[in-house]
Each structure stands twice: as C-alpha cells, then as structure tokens.
C-alpha cells in the first residue's frame, strides 16, 4: 500500500466516525474561507521509512476550527476514533497549538506512526490470533570464529546458530503470560522454538527470542 492510499483510506474512515467534520488531504493555498462553516482535518503524508521488511508510514492531521474548543474537542474525537478503529497505528501525538504556514489560520497538528496499514500487522502466538501495530526483528549469529594463524578475521564460524529477536508494539498479550517455548507468525513469517525475554501486558509490547524462521508456505 502507499502512502496516498493509506491517507485516503484513513481520511475515509474517519470521515464515517467523526460527524460534522470535513476530512480532507492537505491543500494548496485559497481554502482557508472555508473553514469558518464546520470543523476542517486536513491529512497529508510526512515520510516513509522502510528497515528491513518494515514499512513505517507517518502521517499529519491538521485540525481546524472557529475556536480553540471546537478544535480541541475534534482533536480529541479524532483520537479516539484512531485509537479504536486503527490498530495498525503504533504512535499517536499532538502538538501545541500553532498557525498554519498555508491558511495563516490556527490549528492543532496530530502526527500518527503506521507500521505497515490501518488494520496492523496480524501475528500469531502460540496458536493465539492478535493485531500488532509494529513488530521489527534482530538476526544474530553465535558461534566459535575460527581465525587461521597469522589472520585477524575469522573465515569462519563453529557449531554457528543464529537466533531472532522479534519486538512487537500494539498487541493485546492477555492469556499469552504463561505460554513456554511456543511457535509465532509475524506476516508471512513463521518463527519456532520461541520463548518470551519481555512482557508488558499494560503497555501492549513484547520481545521474543525465536530459534529458527522460514517463510510462510504458499498454496
């Protein structure tokens, strides 16, 4: 997905739960008359970032109104609406209120964080179902170097093993405390031989420490 269509898909469904609101993408210069009539969120795309097989997308909520009230209360329904229908939203800020550089006009400034869409990453846990908002993974490789007399770098590694260290954010972990060596899906990836290094049920995050990972097959 891109980040115009992730924008437009958000725009939409907030525009089915936030009334009297207008959603739109950000605008040119000659829209601000329009503002004194209702509540105006404006959206645009601020970057796009990808590590690994990760795709952050951060987008910017500009919420305009007649007041600071009216801004402040579609401020907070627009959070909420987020917050309930946007698992796949990792973080949620809002600025201090300031003056639009386009419309001159003031406004309060949400930025959201996604990791890959509006509906999060699906992942399973022990046989377990969840949403993730983000989940970013750690290869490593132990083992004995093996360095040849007179050399500096190994040219190569004994009884070598590589584990993943897998973080997830946003994920409901209720019933998972008490899970020992279990298997997970992450996407299309499926990863064995796991065992939990953190637990944070009241924040929603995790690390796992998995032994092996291979994709998901295809049929």
Known sequence: MTGTELLEQLLTLLEAQVEGV????????????RLVVKPVVSG?????RRTGAYLETVVRLSVFGSDASQREETAAAV?????????????????????????????????LS?????????????????TASRAAVTVSLSGEE???VGEEEPFAVENAQTQYQVQLEGVD???????????AQVGDRVYTGCRWKKLDLQEGTAVFLAAGCEEEDEE
């Open 173 to 183: 972990l209720t019933g998972l405390e008490s899970a020992g060596v279990f298997t």
């Open 146 to 148: 093996l360095v040849a």
């Open 22 to 33: 207008e959603f739109r993408r950000s605008w040119a210069c000659g829209w601000g008359s």
């Open 44 to 48: 645009a795309v601020v970057s796009r």
């Open 114 to 130: 996604f990791a890959g869409d509006l509906q999060g990453l699906a992942v399973t846990l022990a046989g377990k179902a969840r």
């Open 79 to 111: 959070e909420e609406a987020v917050m309930a229908k946007c698992p796949g939203c990792g973080s949620l800020a809002r600025e201090e209120e300031q003056v639009d550089g386009v419309t001159k006009l003031p406004c309060l400034n949400l930025t």
